[in-house]
């Protein structure tokens, strides 16, 4: 059974940095695309990035330029690098592991494990 739990969450100031950390148990191949999504109550659970199966790393354009997701095989972690952070970013971020083909990385329904999620609140 996958298993991916998420460390890294807290309270920043708009401007501050957080890292988020994703820890897989054994199952979870390079083969695999992990991701980060976030979601906020009331809405859809939103892409956030990807590393499409330990090629190339894809970003939501809300978030590149200020995020940078990074993936060691070896460890089974990934890591989201956040700085620059604004009210918008607040939310609670899910790491996700899946095997579906790129064109659908963006959607949540693309992935069959989740972690837990951890918060992450940006003050305005």
């Known amino acids: 059974q996958v298993q991916l739990a998420e460390s890294g969450g807290g309270f920043v100031q708009t401007g501050g940095s957080l890292r988020l950390a994703c820890a897989a148990s054994?199952?979870?191949?390079?083969?695999?695309?992990m991701a980060w999504f976030r979601q906020v109550p009331g809405k859809e659970r939103e892409f956030v990035a990807a590393s499409f199966r330990s090629t190339h790393t894809y970003y939501a354009d809300s978030v590149k330029g200020r995020f940078t997701m990074s993936r060691d095989n070896v460890k089974k972690t990934v890591d989201l690098q956040m700085n620059t952070l604004n009210s918008e970013d607040t939310g609670v971020y899910y790491c996700?592991?899946?095997?579906?083909?790129?064109?659908?990385?963006?959607?949540?329904?693309?992935?069959?494990?989740w972690g837990q999620g951890t918060q992450v609140t940006v003050s305005p």
């Open positions: 996700a592991a899946g095997r579906g083909i790129l064109s659908s990385i963006r959607g949540a329904n693309a992935y069959n494990y």
């Open positions: 054994e199952g979870i191949s390079r083969d695999y695309t």
